[in-house]
Every structure is written in structure tokens, then in C-alpha cells.
């Protein structure tokens, strides 16, 4: 974190110091450390033990929402000691640009409030509407003023929505952040505690002068007043020896008289200041000196703190970095398992798939081979039926000629002839190849192009 950057503003302005006038310090800091004593005491060793990536996701989770939980305090912690919220958290673009705008409008209202305010007095300007114009400004800068405080309400109900939802590394890189905040804050005060000391070293060299001074003018309304008390007592003793007490001798002495008791009375006033004076500047003297020491010891601790806070913030940066990494890998390793255990599971199905398919094909040739002799018995059957169909047809076609030939005198074998051409005598009955030879029947050839009676 740079150093130029402000993160906050911890240069002891009034308006934080205002903001802070109602904070109960005590409250706030012993309700932080309650939170933070309420700490769980788990089984650590057993846990580490019987862990497993599987339970590990739980203490991760574990471990995300004790960071959430840690950050939702912190962030609290800032409204109730008047930390300012948007310098102390890591605001994303929509985020800070509610409050930039908010700001931009209060800038511009004070500008445009200043110029209705600085317009002169005249008879011409009051025409125009200068009081109306001022009373607008002012109006339209109370509400820009209101806005402007509304702004970081409503970035901080955006931020913690926003974090409510984020993972470990993103309330890791806050709780970073807060950190080098703290840094910055501690330096700063560092600074602020450092120009007190000055003044108030100022202050001890100038209270040790007054002091001095004091003694030095005590020392002299001292001397005075010697003299001044030895010239009463003796005027005294004149007016004791003036014996008309009506003359005028008497009335000048006693006039004297007065004059130095009263003189008299003011140098007993004056050594009595000077002697209150001494006493109350050698009193600041030592408050100052003690004050010096309380803020060197309080300044020396917080560099303390400082130094520690921001060396151990940077290491804290590269141990989450492995933490965030381990996480990842984590992820990565139980990702790779679960392939595994699915890589596992679909080999064992591929191989119970593959090995039912075996299983089947040679069922199936088992059962093409079973029945080939069932469909050869039941071909046979088709052919030695057909073949005996067929030797009746040729028959009757021997009869039909005969008939014709007796009744017309018409020889229709050649007419036949053009159907069944074949060197077999159609009336020795085997046209069909016999039955009994298991072989087929030959098909008549079709020289004459007609349809063919076998298809």
C-alpha cells in the first residue's frame, strides 16, 4: 500500500474528532474482545487426524464463515468508533460510485451556495431574486449534506451484501486490506501524537518562563509590600501622636492611612496571583511532562504495532496466498477423484456392457445354429409339397392336351413346350427332382419371354 494513498483520515481533524464525541470506548473495545474470546475448542488434533478431503470442505467452510463473521465485527467495530467505512474496506466500482456521486453533488452545492451567498446586496440583484436564490442553495446543500451521509450507508448495505456471498479469498484480501488500513491509521496517529509532543514541549519551556516570571514579580510585590506595610506602621504611629483629632493634620494622616492599607491590600492580591500563577505553571509543567512521557510510551507502543502489524500483514498476504492456493488444489485433487471414481464406475459399466454383449452374440449364434435344422425340416416340407403340387399340374396338363388333341386335332405339347422346356418326359413324374432327394426342383427357363410360373 502506498504511502501517499489516504486511507483514512487520521489527522486529527476536528470533524472525526466530533464524530467520535459520543462513542463509549469502553463498550466498543470490551464488546470486540468478548467477540473475539468466543472462540470454539474443537477436537483439533482428532480433527487432523481423521481428516479427509471430504471433511476438510467442512472446516474450510468452517474457516469462511469465522472470516465472515470476523469481518461483519470489524466493520461494525468502524461505525461505532467513528472509523471512516469507505476508507477502511475495499469498495468495488457501483459500490464507491454511490458515494462519488453523492460527493460530487455536495461539491457542486456548496459551489452554487458560495456564489448565491457572495452575489452583492443591490436593489438590482434582490429584483432578480437573489434571497429566493439563496434560500434554494441552502436548501438544495442540506440535501446534498444528507445525501452524502445517506451514500455511505447505502455503499456499506452493498458491501455487505456483496461480501455475504464471497469466497474465502476475497474476504481474505479484506481482511489484508483492513490491515494496511491499520497501518496507515497507526502512522498517522504516530505522526498527530508526535506534533502534540512538540507543542506541548512548547509548552513546558513556556509555562517554566512564566513560572520563573511569576516567582520573579512575587519576589518584587514582596519587596513592595515590606516597604509599603513599614510605611503604614509608621504613619500609623503619627496619626497615634496627632492630638486634635478634628484638625487637619489628622485628616491627612488618616488619609494616608487608607491609601497605604489599600495599596497595602492590592500587593497581597498581586503576590497572591503571582504565588497562584507560579504554582498552577510548575503544575502544567509537570501535567505537560507527564503528558510527554504518556504519548512517547503510547507512540513507541503503536510503532510497535505498526511495525509488527505490517510486517505481519505482508507475510499474512503469502500465507493466505497458500492458504487460497492449498484450497484451490484441493479442489483440483477431489475434482480428480471424482473423475476417477467416475472413470472407475464407467469402465465397470463399458466392461458389464461389453461382456453382456458377448454373452448375447453367442446366444445368438447358438440359437441361429439351433435353428437351421428346424428351418431346413420345414423347407424340405415347402419343397416336397410344392413338387408334388407341381407334378399334379403337369399331369393335369397331359390330360388337357390328349383331350384336345382327341376332340380338336390340335397338339398342344407345343404349346406347352413354350412353358416347360426340359429334357424330362412330363409324364415320368419327376419334373419335381423327387421328393425324396432332399434336393430343390429346378426352375423351367422362360425362352419366350412371358411370365415365368415359378416368379
Avoid: C
Avoid at 478431503?53 to 465485527?73: G, H, P, Q, W, Y
Avoid at 504613619?235 to 497605604?260: F, G, N, P, W
Avoid at 463399458?350 to 461382456?355: H, K, N, S
Wanted: hydrophobic share 30%.
Amino acid at each position: 500500500m502506498a504511502d501517499e494513498f489516504d486511507l483514512l483520515e487520521t489527522s486529527g481533524s476536528q470533524q472525526e474528532q466530533k464524530s467520535n464525541d459520543k462513542v463509549d470506548w469502553g463498550k466498543a473495545i470490551d464488546t470486540m474482545k468478548s467477540k473475539l474470546a468466543q472462540e470454539d475448542s474443537p477436537e483439533v488434533r482428532q480433527k487432523i487426524l481423521n481428516a479427509t478431503l471430504d471433511n476438510v470442505v467442512d472446516m474450510a467452510e468452517k474457516d469462511r464463515t469465522s472470516l465472515l463473521d470476523a469481518i461483519r465485527d470489524l466493520t461494525d467495530y468502524q461505525d461505532e468508533v467513528g472509523i471512516i467505512f469507505e476508507r477502511f474496506s475495499t469498495l468495488n466500482d457501483a459500490e464507491q460510485g454511490v458515494i462519488d456521486t453523492a460527493q460530487q453533488d455536495l461539491e457542486k452545492a456548496k459551489v452554487e451556495y458560495r456564489e448565491a451567498m457572495e452575489k452583492p446586496d443591490t436593489w438590482w440583484n434582490n429584483l432578480w431574486g437573489r434571497k429566493s436564490k439563496m434560500k434554494s442553495a441552502k436548501a438544495e446543500l442540506d440535501q446534498a449534506e444528507k445525501d452524502r451521509r445517506f451514500s455511505d450507508s447505502k455503499a456499506k448495505e452493498m458491501f455487505q451484501k456483496r461480501i455475504e456471498t464471497s469466497d474465502t479469498e476475497t474476504l481474505l484480501k479484506e481482511l489484508s486490506f483492513k490491515s494496511q488500513a491499520a497501518v496507515k491509521r497507526l502512522k498517522d496517529r504516530e505522526v498527530e501524537i508526535k506534533d502534540v509532543e512538540s507543542k506541548l514541549q512548547v509548552a513546558i519551556v513556556e509555562a517554566s518562563k512564566n513560572h520563573t516570571k511569576a516567582l520573579q514579580k512575587k519576589k518584587e510585590v514582596e519587596e513592595k509590600l515590606e516597604t509599603e506595610r513599614s510605611l503604614l506602621s509608621q504613619v500609623r504611629q503619627e496619626l497615634d501622636e496627632v492630638v486634635d483629632k478634628q484638625s487637619t493634620a489628622y485628616s491627612e494622616t488618616l488619609s494616608k492611612i487608607t491609601k497605604l492599607e489599600q495599596s497595602v491590600e492590592e500587593l497581597e492580591g498581586l503576590r497572591t496571583a503571582y504565588i497562584t500563577l507560579a504554582a498552577s505553571k510548575d503544575s502544567f509543567v509537570h501535567k505537560h511532562n507527564l503528558t510527554i512521557k504518556v504519548l512517547t510510551s503510547l507512540r513507541s507502543n503503536l510503532q510497535t504495532h505498526r511495525a509488527k502489524l505490517k510486517s505481519d500483514t505482508e507475510e499474512r498476504v503469502r500465507y493466505y496466498d497458500g492458504y487460497v492456493v492449498a484450497l484451490k488444489a484441493r479442489t483440483d485433487q477431489e475434482f480428480a477423484a471424482i473423475l476417477e471414481h467416475l472413470g472407475i464406475k464407467t469402465d465397470e459399466k463399458i466392461g458389464e456392457t461389453l461382456a453382456a454383449m458377448h454373452t448375447a452374440s453367442a446366444r445368438a449364434r447358438q440359437d441361429m445354429m439351433e435353428n437351421i435344422p428346424v428351418h431346413e425340416k420345414v423347407m424340405k416340407g415347402i419343397y416336397g409339397s410344392y413338387a408334388e403340387s407341381l407334378q399334379e399340374i403337369r399331369e393335369k396338363d397331359v390330360e388337357i392336351r390328349k383331350n384336345f388333341e382327341n376332340r380338336y386335332g390340335i397338339d398342344m405339347k407345343e404349346l406347352f413346350e413354350e412353358y416347360y422346356k426340359n429334357n424330362d418326359n412330363p409324364s415320368t413324374g419327376n419334373a419335381g427332382g423327387g421328393s425324396e432327394s432332399g434336393g430343390g426342383t429346378p426352375a423351367p427357363t422362360n425362352t419366350g419371354g412371358s411370365d415365368d410360373l415359378l416368379g
